[in-house]
């Protein structure tokens, strides 16, 4: 999905990684049908839906109001309660539109990579009083790496409970 090719080894490396990681995510939930993405199978009752929703939310979060320092609302966000770190994931919207809102802020994230040099310091803020300012746009796609293979593990294993797939997604 990323659009920048950038010269450094290194930096193409982790850009691979980070689309490997959301490819993992679609081809894991490909084909689950709506009761099934909307079904919790883990007792602390995130969904599919709502742990794709949040990834969406996390992609625009890091690299569009992090490393680019914007705060625009979309139509997304109409009605939806505050960010609660506590509350399990879940969302009522159909598996098309979550997806899409998933792949236009993958694609927004890309757009937003494809000029900003991993070595440069984010535009805005994370705004966590727990944790300490990234350093770098590099430290956020490697934060993006790491939040996205681990959700998708959690994917991985809801697909195999809801319906004894597994091994779905490139390896």
Avoid at 51 to 74: N, P
Avoid at 86 to 111: K, L, M, N, T, W
């Amino acid at each position: 999905m990323t659009g920048n090719q950038p010269e450094d080894p290194e930096d193409q490396t982790l850009l691979a990684f980070l689309d490997a990681q959301r490819d993992s995510v679609l081809s894991i939930v490909e084909g689950l049908d709506e009761e099934a993405w909307h079904r919790s199978v883990v007792p602390s009752g995130w969904t599919p839906a709502g742990l794709v929703e949040h990834l969406g939310g996390a992609e625009r979060h890091w690299f569009q109001g992090v490393v680019a320092g914007s705060d625009a609302e979309l139509p997304w966000d109409e009605g939806l309660p505050p960010y609660d770190p506590e509350a399990a994931f879940v969302c009522d919207r159909p598996s098309a539109e979550v997806i899409g809102y998933y792949r236009d802020q993958c694609a927004h994230s890309d757009a937003v990579l494809a000029v900003t040099p991993l070595s440069a310091p984010p535009r805005g803020r994370h705004s966590d009083p727990q944790m300490d300012e990234p350093p770098s746009v590099r430290w956020v796609v490697l934060h993006m790496i790491e939040e996205s293979a681990r959700h998708a593990g959690h994917l991985d294993i809801a697909r195999e409970l809801i319906d004894g797939q597994t091994g779905l997604g490139p390896r």
